[in-house]
């Protein structure tokens, strides 16, 4: 399978943490947001949405939306576990994840460190938004070691993505020891790869 | 089971809608956002978040996020098809819908019809944005007759709940013939009931 992907989006670092854990090859096609590479007339015909991640399967059909791949990809794997509870605890922080988390930590992020905007009126009200995510899952592991499951999951991926590179965006975790004792689990996974 | 919810909320109405034509009994336990009644201490150990939709298991745990509540209700129902490729294009389309979507469109109903805040800066860039979601559901609808699946799905209840009410919010759907119909479609489903 193929992987059109920004190396340094933390929505396409997902797949390739994903991919990697699982042990499954894939072809990584570096496609650059900021050059524009997800708008042309080819990408689009590709995915209408015009973003990526976008997972192209053996057979040319494709799959748009980190969270959507993160489940295609996990589904009978020890990532997203056959109790429907669980799953759907899972899937509950996925959703988390791409209201309530990634439009402030993953935007402040690309603003400050990609866009070179750190004075973007939008930076502040999101900083505030984005530390109610971050408190809330710090909250949530002080009584558990991940999220939605009992052992790491694609929730944790999820969150990981953005969460292990919020100081880039002004978030320090020093503040959340719970989620930096957490991003450490995440690192001791077998066949971990980083961001970098 | 029971349900936690603002009567006049789309993600709200999508965990009604699906309960009906499921026919799933159920108690609708009236919780006003505008009154901040999901700000409550007591509504915080429910869901702390402090958002509704909330399910409540007869077991006494608790699901949020909507979409995340539509998929535990309708897993191994034929609104969530067996077939991976289906199951990740649903979960595609309800991802979509959470980031690309429900952010502009029922946000700028929620400011307009009930927040009688009709010169927030906010509304125009959100009503471009709005436009987009619309016209991208729009083009998938001249091929297709639903989101992700040959007939409804989650992913149908999903983006049907803001969609259809858009023009609440000053979308018009009358430039958006496909999706005018599809909105007919959804209605005849078996067991619709309506948002008011």
Chains 1, 2 share one sequence.
């Not at 991919?19 to 042309?40: M, N, Q, V």
């Not at 999101?126 to 499951?149: E, Q």
């Amino acid at each position: 399978m193929k992987v059109y992907g920004t190396s340094v989006s933390g929505n396409c670092y997902k797949i390739k943490l994903l991919l990697h854990l699982l042990k499954i090859p894939y072809e990584w096609i570096e496609t650059d947001t900021r050059k524009g590479e997800t708008k042309t007339q080819e990408f689009l015909l590709k995915n209408p949405v015009g973003k990526v991640p976008l997972l192209e399967l053996d057979s040319g059909e494709f799959l748009s939306e980190s969270n959507a791949i993160l489940y295609f990809l996990a589904k009978d794997t020890e990532f997203f576990p056959n109790d429907l509870l669980i799953q759907s605890r899972i899937l509950q922080w996925m959703f988390f994840e791409q209201y309530s988390h990634e439009p402030y930590i993953a935007v402040n992020r690309w603003l400050i460190q990609f866009q070179n905007k750190k004075d973007d009126p939008k930076i502040q009200g999101n900083h505030a938004k984005g530390l109610d995510a971050l408190r809330i899952m710090n909250d949530h592991l002080s009584a558990n070691k991940f999220f939605g499951s009992q052992r790491p999951s694609i929730s944790d991926i999820s969150l990981f993505a953005y969460t292990h590179v919020a100081e880039e965006g002004h978030f320090p975790l020093s503040g959340f020891p719970n989620l930096s004792s957490w991003v450490e689990r995440i690192r001791e996974i077998p066949d971990f790869v980083p961001i970098y």
